[in-house]
């Protein structure tokens, strides 16, 4: 009789009370999250409010001066970058973090776990992808990312919106199990912002990923969070079910000294 394929259960991420020090400057206290269960989990503050900060420690780019990050139970603290891409850790940057002289298509296929590997202390950074199967998967994503008539361009000098599209592909080569977008949104025009929210929506619906998603768009995230953590100064301030934290005081307040409604902002 045929097996009926059992879904894999979605990652189990942990942050438990993490507290990141820079000298005098506390950028996180204490902080914790259970991101037990899965879905898109909107990461928003106010400037300042340790939103990075924290997504740097789950990533590996920061070494927490306490606290834990575990994934399915076991620490992720320790692991070195690939270490953790291997896990199914994948994550984006605010600022963009592309190879500018290297094509779209080596953007892409850079962030599948072969062209990784690859690329690790190789001088020249050869382009990945010989492979049959991974060429039509780094073609799978440009397409669905509308980045086909890109693929040959070298990302340096294509529109702020195409390289975010870049960005995003390249961390879902990987087929993460824990997808951390650092302001996605961020200088993309208002019909950018609706092909994200569909694009982050469609990743979920297909791969499952826990998403965790930095923003300052509020649109974007009460369209897609089914979830809200907020933070300020460092600490969670509210984390409940979108409906409920949109009308929080506190969150309120913390965003824009009183008022009504997130959807305000
Ligand atoms: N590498 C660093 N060295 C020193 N201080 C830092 C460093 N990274 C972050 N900080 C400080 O930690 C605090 C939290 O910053 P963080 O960038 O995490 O906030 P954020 O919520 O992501 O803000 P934004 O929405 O503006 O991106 C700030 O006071 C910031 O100046």
Redesign the pocket.
């Known amino acids: 009789m045929p097996s009926t394929p059992v879904a894999a259960p979605p990652a189990h991420l942990r942050i438990d009370r993490l507290t990141?020090e820079?000298?005098g400057?506390r950028?996180?206290s204490e902080v914790s999250i259970d991101l037990a269960g899965g879905g898109i989990i909107g990461l928003i503050?106010?400037?300042?409010?340790?939103?990075?900060?924290?997504l740097?420690c789950i990533s590996g780019f920061?070494r927490p001066t306490s606290g834990d990050v575990t994934l399915d139970g076991r620490s992720v603290l320790d692991m070195r970058r690939h270490q953790l891409a291997g896990q199914g850790i994948a994550r984006t940057f605010?600022n963009l973090a592309l190879f500018g002289e290297m094509s779209v298509y080596d953007n892409v296929a850079a962030g599948a776990p072969r062209g990784r590997r690859r690329l690790r202390g190789v001088p020249g950074l050869r382009p990945p992808g010989t492979g049959a199967a991974e060429r039509d998967a780094v073609w799978a994503m440009l397409e669905r990312f509308d980045l086909v008539q890109h693929a040959r361009h070298p990302a340096h000098g294509l529109p702020f919106g195409t390289l975010k599209r870049v960005e995003f592909a390249r961390a879902l080569m990987a087929r993460p199990r824990v997808l951390l977008l650092d302001?996605p949104a961020g200088g993309l025009t208002h019909t950018e912002v609706d092909e994200l929210g569909g694009l982050i929506t469609d990743v979920v619906r297909d791969l499952a990923p826990v998403v965790l998603l930095?923003e300052?768009h509020m649109g974007l995230i009460l369209s897609v969070c089914s979830r809200i953590v907020v933070?300020d100064s460092?600490r969670t301030i509210a984390d409940g079910p979108t409906e409920q934290v949109r009308h929080d005081p506190a969150v309120i307040s913390a965003y824009l000294g009183g008022g009504a409604d997130l959807a305000a902002r």
């Not at 503050?45 to 924290?54: D, F």
């Open positions: 990141l820079f000298g400057v950028a996180l503050g106010p400037n300042g409010a340790g939103k990075t900060s924290l740097n920061y605010q302001e930095i300052h933070m460092g």
